[in-house]
């Protein structure tokens, strides 16, 4: 497929329909952060002109696929989804202090915390003007995943209560940070291509599944990839102190019987002072040639492919296969 994304599709006629509609997407979302405001037309096209994979709005026209996927509304579903991932961006890189988003300064680093915030509060606003106009249903379905975006973020904030399991909590986290606006994106593509509820509900599922199979897969790559792939610098959560699936399981093997004193001595790295580079390089190394790296790559995995076991109810052809090439594609970054 040439496109925006590196999705591998056996269908050419379906890989060229789909790169014809994100062009289309492309060109909308662009016209859909622009402002007459000059600091607000610049400020919102930061994120967008730094490119992307546009997972999400992908994922709603693969799902448009199992219906009439040449529905105007799929194409605005679409457009929906994709501002509301980039508002929750400008928040994350401030929240997260992030130097880097998609190989560009974050929008924090150019205009400061203030303007970044608010720009996010803007791409929101966008967001919600165009979901009005595919009705109550929609606008149900995106305050309650923007909801559900505000808690993963407060519980990543707040961090696992007394004697709650940090490995869960994360989990809970990542589905609600991340699972939920892709479980929308796939529901959203289904439900206005005209399917049957219990299509909405199978696709629904499947993302839910997908998202945090791809949040743990971003998870390895924040270890294991360069900057140029990442679009961030290495080891940036580890620096914030913001929890990872690898960093959590090991401090589960070093508080367990069977930590060792090299596990111990990690997490005390860890816990260290990461400002200088040549220490944030030194702990990124030495986590990444830990077996919870490949643990973490494991759970993806495992988490794909029972998000592919959810689409079996689906009937055979072209969109089903590549929902499940869209499921390999994500985990498979990570490998």
């Keep these: 497929m040439t496109s925006s994304t590196s999705l591998p599709l056996a269908d050419p006629e379906l890989a060229e329909l789909l790169s014809g509609r994100l062009a289309l997407v492309e ?190 897969a971003d998870d390895v790559l924040d270890l294991t990839s360069d900057g140029a792939v990442s679009g961030k610098t290495p080891g940036t959560d580890l620096r914030e102190r913001v929890p990872t699936m690898p960093a959590l399981l090991l401090r589960q093997r070093a508080a367990s019987p069977e930590g060792t004193d090299e596990d111990r001595a990690l997490v005390a790295l860890l816990d260290g002072d990461l400002t200088s580079d040549a220490t944030l390089a030194e702990a990124v190394a030495a986590l990444r040639a830990h077996d919870v790296v490949g643990l973490t790559r494991q759970r993806a995995a495992n988490l794909a492919r029972a998000a592919v076991v959810e689409l079996e109810p689906l009937p055979a052809g072209a969109a089903k296969d590549a929902l499940v090439s869209f499921a390999d594609a994500l985990v498979d970054r990570a490998s």
């Excluded at 402002?35 to 992307?52: E, F, I, Q, T, Y």
């Excluded at 546009?54 to 509304?73: H, I, M, V």
């Excluded at 991340?178 to 696709?203: D, E, K």
């Design 27 to 216: 060109e909308r979302l662009r016209d859909a952060v622009t402002h007459a405001d000059a600091l607000a037309d610049v400020a919102s096209r930061h994120l967008v002109n730094a490119g992307g994979k546009r997972t999400r709005p992908l994922l709603t026209l693969l799902a448009s696929e199992l219906g009439d996927g040449s529905r105007r509304e799929v194409l605005d579903a679409a457009i929906v989804v994709e501002l509301t991932h980039l508002a929750t961006l400008y928040h994350d890189d401030v929240m997260d202090s992030a130097p880097l988003r998609r190989g560009a300064p974050s929008a924090h680093e150019v205009w400061g915390n203030s303007v970044a915030i608010l720009t996010g509060d803007l791409l929101f606003a966008r967001a919600s003007a165009t979901v009005a106009g595919l009705g109550p249903e929609a606008v149900r379905i995106q305050a309650a995943t923007f909801e559900r975006l505000c808690l993963g973020q407060l519980h990543e904030t707040v961090g696992p209560a007394a004697g709650e399991d940090p490995v869960a909590h994360y989990l809970q986290v990542l589905s609600d940070k991340t699972g939920s606006l892709i479980a929308t994106s796939a529901r959203f593509g289904a439900m206005f291509a005209g399917c049957r509820p219990s299509v909405v509900r199978t696709v629904t599922a499947y993302g839910e599944k997908v998202g945090v199979a791809f949040q743990l």
